[in-house]
């Protein structure tokens, strides 16, 4: 199985940047595709962002395009996602997921296998 654990979620205000890490750990860990879900107090959780496991392939929500980034390491064993220009509304809980596919990317939450605890990211305004 895989490990994620999330860090770097804080208070931040609105139009600031901030770095998100998702350390992860376990068997071919470094070809799964992954992603990012966030999940704000009484909503769903949605899609954010996605990268495939081979390739570079990347994948964003709507919402994010133009101001947040998806990558991992070069030795791909820790992801990260990179948001630029915050507004109130990113503010939520966001998970990192797993996925054992290699070429795949994923938007779904049903899609992925593992998941980690979450890191809180609050914007204010």
């Known amino acids: 199985q895989v490990r994620l654990v999330e860090s770097g979620g804080r208070l931040v205000q609105a139009g600031g940047s901030l770095r998100l890490s998702c350390a992860a750990s376990?068997?071919?860990?470094?070809?799964?595709?992954m992603g990012w879900f966030r999940q704000a107090p009484e909503k769903e959780r949605e899609f954010v962002a996605a990268?495939?496991?081979?390739?570079?392939?990347?994948k964003f929500a709507d919402s994010v395009k133009g101001r947040f980034t998806i990558s991992r390491d070069g030795t791909k064993n820790t992801l990260y996602l990179q948001m630029n220009s915050l507004k109130p509304e990113d503010t939520a809980v966001y998970y990192c997921?797993?996925?054992?596919?290699?070429?795949?990317?994923?938007?779904?939450?049903?899609?992925?296998?593992?998941w980690g605890q979450g890191t809180q990211v609050t914007v204010s305004s």
């Open positions: 376990g068997r071919a860990y470094s070809t799964y595709a």
């Open positions: 990268i495939s496991g081979i390739g570079g392939r990347t």
């Open positions: 997921a797993a996925r054992s596919s290699a070429s795949g990317i994923y938007s779904s939450m049903g899609e992925y296998n593992y």
